[in-house]
C-alpha cells in the first residue's frame, strides 16, 4: 500500500467515525431536553443496536453480491445525510426513534463497507489495517472537539440541541461523495448463495461444546449490557452536574484507547487472555465506581478517572475477545466467528443494555432529579457479578499460549 492510498483509505476512516461521533455522544442530552423520559432515551439508542443486526443481512446477502463495496456506501451515506436531516428536525418521540431506526439501518452496513475497501487495497492488513483504522478513532476525537469548540466559543446549548445531529448530516453527504472517489472494490461473492446462518455467523455454535467458549459468549453477553449504561447516559450525567465541554472530556476516552491498543500484545503476551478479559471487565466496575462518586467539586478526578479507564474497558476486553476468537475458531469458519460475537455484544448484549439503563435511570429520577449514584451502582454490581462468574468458570490455558504468539507477532 502506497502513501497516497494510505492517505486516501485514513480519510474514509476518519470521516466514518466523525459521523458516528458528531451525534451519538450528546443524543441523549438533546432527548432529555426535549422531554424524553430514560426508558424512551434507551429506546432511541437501542435502534442503532437494531441496525447492527440488521446489517450482516445487507452487507452479506446483498452489498456483497451484487455491487461494488464503495458505491454502496456512497449511495447509504446519502440516503443517511437526508434522514438525519428530517430527524433532526423532529420532536415527537415515535418520529424521532423511528428516524434513528432508518438512519441506522443505513448507516451501520457502512462499518463493514469501509473494512472491505480498506482490506481490498492492502498487501498486508495485518501490519496496515490498524494505521488506517486508528484515524477512525482520530475522527471520534475530532467530533467531539468540535462540538466542545462550538459550544465554549458560539453555541453554549449545543449539545442539548438537534445541531450536532445536523452536522452528523453534513458530513455524511461529504463522505458520500467522497466514497464515489475511492478505488473499485468490486462485489466478494458474486453468484454465491450465501445463508442466513452464515451471515449471524451459527456455525461457531459447534464452538460452545467447549466449556471455556461457552463460558466466554455467556459473559461476553452479559458484560455488554452495563456497557450501554456509558455509552448512553454518561454525556447526560456530564451535563446534569454542570460540566464543561462534556464531549470533549468524553473524547479523552478515544485517546486512552489509542494509547493502551498499541499496549496490547504486551500486556497479552505476559497476562494471558483470562487475566486480560478480567482486567477489562474489572475496568467497568472501576468505572462505574468511580462515576457512582465522582463530582465537580473535590471528586472530579474520580470523573476524569472513569472516562480514561476507557482504553482498558474497551481494548482489554473486546480486542483481547476479538484474538481469543481467532485463535479459537478453525480457519473456515473465523471470519463467521467474529461475525457471531459482534451480534452477540454489539447487537444483543448493548441492546439489553439499552433497555434495562433507560428503565434503571427512570426508576431512579424523581422529580425530574436523578439519583447518578444508584443509576451507576446497578451496573457496577451487575459487571463485578459477570467478572465473578468469568474468573471461576474460564479456564483455557491453550488459548494463552495462542493468543500470546499471535500478539507477538
Same mark, same amino acid.
Given at each position: ?76 451515506? +446519502? =440516503? ?5 436531516? /428530517?430527524?433532526? $428536525?423532529? %420532536?415527537? *418521540?415515535?418520529?424521532?426513534? !423511528? @428516524? ?120 461476553? +453477553? =452479559? ?5 450501554? /449504561?456509558?455509552? $448512553?447516559? %454518561?454525556? *447526560?450525567?456530564?451535563?446534569? !452536574? @454542570? ?82 476468537v481467532d485463535k479459537k475458531a478453525p480457519r473456515e469458519i473465523r471470519a463467521s466467528a467474529q461475525g457471531f460475537i459482534a451480534l452477540i455484544t454489539y447487537g444483543i448484549g448493548i441492546g439489553l443494555g439499552s433497555i434495562v439503563s433507560g428503565k434503571v435511570v ?21 459487571? !463485578? ?25
Amino acid at each position: 500500500m502506497d502513501t497516497k492510498t494510505y492517505t486516501r483509505l485514513s480519510v474514509m476512516m476518519f470521516l466514518q467515525f466523525f459521523v458516528w461521533g458528531a451525534w451519538f455522544v450528546t443524543l441523549g442530552t438533546h432527548l432529555g431536553d426535549l422531554g424524553f423520559s430514560g426508558s424512551q432515551i434507551g429506546y432511541a439508542y437501542l435502534m442503532n443496536n437494531i441496525g447492527a443486526i440488521i446489517s450482516p443481512f445487507f452487507v452479506g446477502m446483498i452489498a456483497d453480491r451484487y455491487f461494488s463495496s464503495q458505491k454502496v456506501m456512497g449511495v447509504l451515506h +446519502l =440516503l443517511g445525510a437526508a434522514v438525519m436531516y /428530517f430527524t433532526a $428536525n423532529t %420532536t415527537t *418521540v415515535g418520529g424521532l426513534i !423511528l @428516524g434513528l431506526l432508518l438512519y441506522n439501518l443505513t448507516y451501520m452496513p457502512t462499518l463493514a463497507l469501509v473494512n472491505a475497501v480498506s482490506f481490498k487495497q492492502m498487501d498486508s492488513p495485518d501490519a496496515q489495517f490498524p494505521k488506517v483504522r486508528v484515524w477512525g478513532t482520530i475522527g471520534w476525537i475530532a467530533a467531539g472537539l468540535t462540538i466542545t469548540y462550538l459550544q465554549l466559543n458560539f453555541l453554549p446549548n449545543i449539545e442539548k440541541s438537534e445541531l450536532p445531529m445536523k452536522i452528523a448530516g453534513i458530513t455524511s453527504v461529504l463522505l458520500a461523495l467522497y466514497s464515489f472517489t475511492l478505488p473499485d472494490t468490486p462485489p466478494q461473492n458474486v453468484g454465491r448463495e450465501v445463508t442466513a446462518g452464515e451471515v449471524l455467523g451459527l456455525k461457531t455454535l459447534r464452538l460452545m461444546k467447549e466449556r471455556s467458549f461457552a463460558v466466554f459468549v455467556l459473559c461476553s +453477553l =452479559l458484560i455488554s449490557i452495563p456497557l450501554a /449504561f456509558y455509552y $448512553n447516559f %454518561t454525556n *447526560v450525567f456530564l451535563n446534569d !452536574l @454542570g460540566a464543561k465541554g462534556a464531549a470533549a472530556k468524553q473524547s479523552l476516552g478515544q485517546m486512552s484507547e489509542v494509547g493502551f491498543m498499541i499496549l496490547m500484545p504486551w500486556f497479552i503476551a505476559r497476562l494471558g487472555v483470562k487475566k486480560t478479559l478480567l482486567i477489562g471487565m474489572l475496568a467497568w466496575v472501576a468505572r462505574y465506581f468511580l462515576f457512582a462518586h465522582g463530582n465537580l467539586r473535590s471528586y472530579e478526578w474520580m470523573l476524569y478517572g472513569g472516562i480514561l479507564l476507557h482504553g482498558v474497558c474497551y481494548d482489554f476486553f473486546f480486542v483481547t475477545g476479538q484474538i481469543y476468537v481467532d485463535k479459537k475458531a478453525p480457519r473456515e469458519i473465523r471470519a463467521s466467528a467474529q461475525g457471531f460475537i459482534a451480534l452477540i455484544t454489539y447487537g444483543i448484549g448493548i441492546g439489553l443494555g439499552s433497555i434495562v439503563s433507560g428503565k434503571v435511570v427512570d426508576a431512579f429520577t424523581s422529580g425530574g432529579i436523578k439519583d447518578w449514584m444508584m443509576i451507576w451502582l446497578i451496573p457496577c454490581v451487575f459487571a !463485578l457479578a459477570v467478572s465473578l462468574l468469568f474468573a471461576l468458570a474460564f479456564r483455557d490455558k491453550e488459548s494463552d499460549e495462542a493468543a500470546a504468539e499471535h500478539a507477538a507477532t
